[in-house]
């Protein structure tokens, strides 16, 4: 029975296939001005209506019948493409789009072309991300993309970002392929990724391909500039915080390209003044990023990239009690990523591609202290040093294949492996007193994980297409190995008027976990592996929108409902001391097997283009968690539960010159454990009496900036770029955390059992003023 389907099928397939000889355009799409591919455009043949999007490194094929053919690409920021052809066989056609020299103009089309919709993913133009105005004028993209539905960020001058009820160790953050474990800068004012080095940034939040897995909530995939291969250029930028500098050229007789671009901070010297040189307290904060990346094409447009990124954290403080006692802290952190990657057409239906990785990140505590004590008239020296570490490596090498049989099939195919090398937290700390803590090291944790995927994306017809995929991964770690298969789908329906359906299920594993402080106050977080007994985390997730599109006025409408199921989570209890007790058993102290329930409601409104464009976003969501031994195993809502957020940005060419930008955010406030009462210990000491996981909510956030752009032209003929706004305009109390202090602490006279419960809020209103100049 089996073989008469299969035999059936096979001869439909062959005669659908044999009436109208069929030929392939395939190529890729550039920049005219810089040679740079083109992630994601819309090709299409506006006769017969048969399309495609290109891959993330600017490849496409269309599959067509012989005759006239009307070759067209879109993409936002870029004008419209369009050439006639007469197709008699394969060619291949290079698509060169130039980007558009006003923010007014507007794509308009004389044949009205349904964009393919797809659901839970954020494609937003970088240069648009990077107009949206932010603190110190420092330009943000995960803080960009925080304004769209269904993501924020945990806290302000933060750059975790919280996806659909995840926490952020969450998301899969990509910069050229490789993983990078930890996004922020200066305690997450800031995120790593320096935009001037970036070309596409795609984020999916549901309805993953089976290309993607090893995380739970997002997928954040950063491609880095190739360079320019036209000309050479020079750019240079200076800001209240930092300053930024880029070169970029062709190389080999412009057969490839290299990119160099490096950030820097000055935040020594703006604190300066709080250095009391009479006392001999200082602090001290330098940054720094750096990215390059070089390329070459051969003559058959087979390619061969190659990036580095590097950047890192210092953080110095000396505070000085008396001539001789004082205390030194030393704080770094950073990640270093490479990327070897080797793209071939194969054929003109077969593109294929092999990268090869490496990613770690580490972080280091180190204090000191020096005091001298007098007994019995003999001076007595004491010197305490404690040192804190950890790190995450990773070797990746991963191959991939792009198919396209026909245009109803377009097929990705690959293979994924992954070595891990962990090192929790260690501490160590000694003393001359002779009291030492100095426990061996714990040997790294090393763990090897392999996958296979498949995908395809099916066009049954004009109005119905699927996503149907397949991940089967197996994880090992010590003597413990874990397998699961990860199966991926979507449904996408064309509905009359530029309508569209669309549906996803998708399951998800981990093989990290991040423990997360519950108690109030800063946030103190450290990572490790799954391991034999803490299994990985899996999540099942269901997704439903409708979406509208209106291509005369270039904007889009979205709305989207999701659901999702999380199991094998970790937490731990209240006042769990894990840098004292981590080169312990850290596995002993966690509490395991905790699940979770996060749904919701996303609405987007999207203007693409214009003299006017930018977005508004609300989302309403639930986000629990269950633990048996947490909050006497009731149900609680977690900490990263936002019930309703607002986002709107946008952007108005107020000239050809001037730009202005404003963004308004609102967010509900998030869960918090506070204390319910005060009581006595046997000893006489005050205690905190608790009552349930995260019993409280802090204060609402909601915050105005506002930025003004001014682009012009030198007296030397360069491009200038002038930039000032402010960042919460009308000045905002915004909370960062809740302390619970005393009387006397806040300044006010009351009984000794009385606490007050005090809101810290980090930025008021802030200027910021930039300007950069291109060579």
Do not use: C
């Not at 050439?83 to 066989?89: C, D, S």
């Amino acid at each position: 029975m089996i073989q008469k389907i299969a035999t059936t099928i096979i001869i439909i397939f062959f005669i659908n296939n044999s009436f109208t000889q069929k030929s392939v355009i395939s190529g890729y799409v550039k920049d005219v001005q810089t040679g740079e591919y083109l992630a994601y455009a819309s090709v299409y043949d506006s006769l017969t209506g048969e399309g495609t999007v290109a891959n993330n490194y600017g490849f496409y094929s269309l599959n067509l019948p012989e005759g006239n053919v009307v070759l067209k690409a879109e993409m936002a920021s870029y004008q419209a493409f369009s050439k006639n052809i007469f197709l008699t066989g394969n060619v291949s056609i290079d698509i060169e789009m130039a980007i558009f020299e006003s923010q007014s103009v507007v794509i308009k089309d004389d044949k009205n072309i349904s964009e393919q919709s797809q659901m839970s993913i954020i494609r937003i133009p970088v240069e648009r991300l990077k107009a949206i105005p932010s603190i110190g004028g420092e330009r943000d993209i995960l803080k960009a993309l925080a304004l769209t539905p269904g993501i924020s960020i945990g806290a302000e001058g933060t750059s975790g970002l919280l996806v659909r009820g995840g926490s952020p160790d969450q998301n899969l953050m990509l910069l050229d392929g490789a993983t990078v474990y930890n996004a922020s800068h200066l305690f997450g004012f800031l995120s790593v990724f320096n935009p001037d080095a970036l070309k596409s940034v795609e984020l999916y939040k549901g309805a993953f391909p089976a290309r993607f897995g090893g995380r739970l909530s997002s997928v954040i995939d950063i491609m880095m500039k190739e360079g320019n291969k036209v000309s050479p250029k020079t750019e240079w930028n200076l800001g209240l915080i930092s300053s930024r500098f880029l070169t970029e050229g062709p190389l080999f007789k412009k057969k490839g390209s290299y990119l160099f671009t490096a950030r820097s901070s000055y935040l020594g010297l703006v604190l300066l003044p709080f250095s009391t040189k009479k006392v001999g307290n200082s602090i001290n904060y330098w940054l720094y990023d750096i990215n390059g990346k070089i390329n070459y094409q051969w003559k058959n447009k087979n390619q061969l990239f190659f990036s580095i990124y590097t950047g890192n954290d210092f953080w110095r403080t000396k505070e000085k009690y008396t001539k001789d006692d004082y205390e030194k802290t030393r704080l770094d952190w950073g990640n270093q990523t490479a990327s070897l990657r080797y793209n071939r057409i194969i054929t003109p239906k077969l593109f294929a591609k092999a990268l090869a990785t490496y990613s770690r990140y580490t972080y280091n505590i180190n204090s000191e202290s020096h005091s001298i004590t007098v007994r019995q008239n003999q001076p007595i020296v004491y010197n305490t040093t404690s040192h804190l570490q950890s790190y995450i490596q990773d070797w990746t090498l991963k191959t991939q294949i792009d198919y396209t049989p026909s245009p109803r099939h377009e097929i990705k195919a690959g293979t994924e492996a992954i070595y891990h090398t962990y090192r929790p937290s260690t501490y160590q700390a000694n003393s001359t007193d002779g009291i030492d803590s100095v426990p061996p090291l714990p040997a790294p944790i090393h763990a090897q994980e392999y996958a296979v995927f498949a995908e395809d994306n099916i066009h049954f017809t004009t109005w119905l297409s699927s996503n149907i995929g397949m991940r089967a991964v197996a994880f090992r770690v010590a003597d413990t190995t874990y397998k699961a298969f990860e199966p991926r789908a979507s449904l996408h329906i064309q509905l009359p008027y530029q309508i569209a359906l669309n549906a996803s299920y998708s399951k998800m594993r981990q093989y990290i976990h991040l423990l997360s402080n519950n108690g109030v106050g800063l946030p103190n977080d450290i990572w490790v592996p799954a391991t034999r007994k803490v299994a990985p985390q899996n999540a099942q997730q269901i997704a439903i929108g409708l979406t509208k599109f209106w291509k005369k006025y270039d904007t889009e409408i979205s709305i989207e409902a999701y659901q999702k199921e999380m199991n094998n989570l970790i937490d731990y209890q209240l006042g769990t001391n894990f840098l004292s007790s981590f080169n312990g058993n850290w596995q002993d102290i966690i509490v395991k097997k905790g699940t979770g329930k996060a749904t919701g409601i996303e609405t987007f409104i999207y203007k693409k283009q214009g003299k006017w464009n930018g977005w508004l976003s609300y989302t309403l969501a639930w986000n629990k968690r269950q633990f048996e031994a947490i909050n006497n195993g009731l149900p609680y809502y977690a900490k990263y539960d936002r019930r309703h957020n607002v986002a709107f940005t946008g952007s108005y060419a107020l000239t050809d010159e001037w730009n202005v930008g404003l963004t308004w955010v609102y967010t509900s406030g998030s869960p918090v454990t506070l204390p319910v009462a005060i009581q006595q210990s046997l000893q006489g000491q005050e205690v905190f009496v608790y009552e349930g996981r995260n019993n409280r909510r802090m204060p609402t956030y909601h915050r105005l900036d506002i930025g003004f752009e001014r682009k012009f032209e030198t007296q030397n003929g360069h491009t200038a770029t002038f930039s000032f706004g402010l960042y919460n305009a009308y000045n905002r109390k915004n909370p960062f955390y809740l302390a619970v202090l005393r009387p006397s602490q806040t300044g006010t006279t009351q009984s000794n059992f009385t606490y007050n419960v005090v809101q810290k809020s980090l930025f008021p209103i802030l200027p910021y003023i930039s300007y950069g100049v291109k060579f």
